[in-house]
């Protein structure tokens, strides 16, 4: 079929250019045709279709291809086309390059964007700041025993800290999700990275290799971010199923849509980050944080001192919850009636929950305490009942603002630390390597210290947060990962402990690979030797531009393989929306003498901002 051979004219050859005497218009007619074949078997489903003098594959199947000759060539069964492009995971776009936060300064190199754009404290000429996010809170920070005038914010490394912008604050403690996009990522011994003030978490994407020696941190800077309303630069509430993110994970079967919308409410920056990752077909694990974390401690109500009940742990897992606050704690100095603490608040996909108040009371007044607020909002005020210096309340951890600074006596209760655990993804490329002593943390914050005696009462501690840890290389930890919780501060009776945070690491598949490629046909028998020989090649240029000749090349041979002649290609026609038929004819005849037909293709210079797709090849010789 459809070839002069076939249709009587011109004995053995297919049409060219000097077959136009006398039938007008051969070059359309040479076009059509070749279309023609390429929808019949593709239509048909053919693996090969042969001619008596030709052959066309529409790469329906394998079967027209020598494998053990062509090199990077991955085939997509859905929609039947080759390239060199590899179906594999998003680490991000790599814009800021190689970054190291040292000690005393910041080098960055092969960078798109300035690190100093996404800083707000230290700088790549000016080196690391101290900690800024300070509220005159005598709350300590978690695991730390420090003075009653302590009065700055808990940060691993305070003195060597470099803060990142968060996004879309609008003053408040609810801004969008930061995102920071490396090549690759160094951390050095005693430096803290972590975020500006508390919002709705830290995304970084790593290309490369990632070595923390120092503290990636969020610790107690988890949102004041209620997610089931509408919220973030998107204006989104969080889906019903929480923060989710599918990756290509060998061995996992889930399918998921990486439209950015499994994002809901975090911002748009991550969202349109996130839209770049493949598509999930039955091929891979999606990875959650729940929505809604675990429940906060319940209040008491008593007339005896007792330590408050401990907030709900999290989950550690492909879905991940964080902690619930602890709830308050009671304690009386006589009297009729109850104190009456507050309730812990409930974590969920931006923060733990943070603190319930603390309440203790004498003879003549009762203390009834605040409930926290839920989605790492504020702790529940305290209630001290008035009265004798011994009568007081610590203050419970929270978000700042809130009226978590304990009653009456201040010199004898201490404010409980600002915030609750935060939210951390860190996506590997390459190999993550944490450092002895090396931290990455999502904490909680401690309750306020209330006095020794029983008619005082001590503060709750705030939840851990969320860390979601997805590496292609190997993951060597010999630091630690940590979401723990806040203590709650000592009295007569202490206050209750936050719940711990969920965590999970998980190996994925690899990034997305753009090899060039070589594709050569299998062998197909000429009836006699030929002397020219046309290709055809249907290909789309999915991304970027394609130059013909230059990023694809086309080659025939007649001995099998042996000896290949370039073929100089030319557009014929766009036949659907980005995909074209081109071609080219050329002269064999200086060729050894063979009968066994081969074509072969190449893409070069591929990139991801330069694919190309191939959906058929077809050969004619004469």
Known sequence: MANLKDIGYGVGKYLEASDASGIPDIGTNRTNIDLLNFKVATNNAYALYNFKDGMIDAYQTSGGVDAGASTNEIRESSDKYYSGAQAGNYFGNGELGDVTFGASSITQSNDTVAIDTKLSTGSESGGPGTNSFAFSAQGPGPGQNFPWTYTTRYTPNPTATYELTVPNTNGSYDGDMTLAQFNTLTINASVTLTTKQPGRGLFIFVKGNC??????????????????????????????????????????????????????????????????????????????????????????????????????????????????????????????????????????????????????????????????????????????????????????????????????????????????????????????????????????????????????????????????????????????????????????????????GGLHTSQVDQPQLYNNMTLVSNAQTAQAAPTTGRLMIYEETSTGSTTLDTDLKGYVSRDGGTTYTQTPLTLDTTYETGKTLVSGSVDISGQPSGTNMRYKIETLNQSASKVCRLHGASLLWA
């Not at 929505?291 to 408050?308: F, H, I, L």
């Not at 907030?311 to 964080?322: D, E, F, K, M």
């Not at 733990?352 to 203390?367: E, H, M």
């Not at 390597?433 to 943390?441: D, L, P, Q, R, Y």
Request: aromatic share 4%; hydrophobic share 25%.
């Open 211 to 500: 070595v923390i020696n120092g503290s990636l941190c969020m610790t107690a800077r988890g949102g004041a971010s209620n997610p089931t309303t509408s919220g973030g630069s998107d204006i989104n509430a969080v889906g019903s199923n929480g923060l989710q993110f599918g990756m290509l994970k060998s061995g996992s079967s889930s399918s998921f849509t990486n439209d950015g919308t499994g994002f809901n409410g975090a911002g748009t920056g991550i969202r349109t980050a996130l839209a770049n990752q493949t598509n999930l077909s039955s091929n891979g694990a999606v990875f959650t944080i729940s929505r809604a974390g675990a429940a906060g401690g319940a209040g008491k109500s008593g007339n005896t001192p007792s330590s408050g009940n401990h907030g709900t742990s999290g989950t550690s897992a492909a879905t991940i919850l964080t902690g619930g606050g602890g709830g308050g704690s009671i304690s009386k100095d006589g009297g009729p009636g109850s104190a009456v603490s507050g309730s812990g608040g409930q974590g969920g996909c931006f923060s733990g929950g943070p603190g319930g108040g603390s309440a203790s009371r004498n003879w003549d007044s009762p203390g009834t305490a605040g409930n926290a607020v839920d989605y790492g909002g504020a702790a529940g005020s305290a209630s001290a009942g008035g009265g004798s210096q011994y009568n007081n309340a610590g203050g419970s951890a929270g978000a700042p603002p809130s009226n978590n600074s304990g009653g009456t006596n201040s010199h004898n209760r201490q404010r409980g630390a600002d915030g609750s655990g935060g939210l951390i993804w860190l996506v590997v490329g390459g190999t993550l390597t944490i450092g002895s002593g090396a931290t990455v943390e999502a904490k909680g914050g401690n309750g306020g210290i209330a006095n020794s005696h029983g008619n005082s009462s001590g503060g709750a501690g705030s939840a851990g947060g969320a860390i979601m840890i997805l590496h292609y290389g190997a993951l060597t930890n010999n630091g630690s990962i940590s979401t723990s919780a806040g203590s709650g501060g000592s009295g007569g009776g202490a206050g209750g402990n936050g719940g711990s």
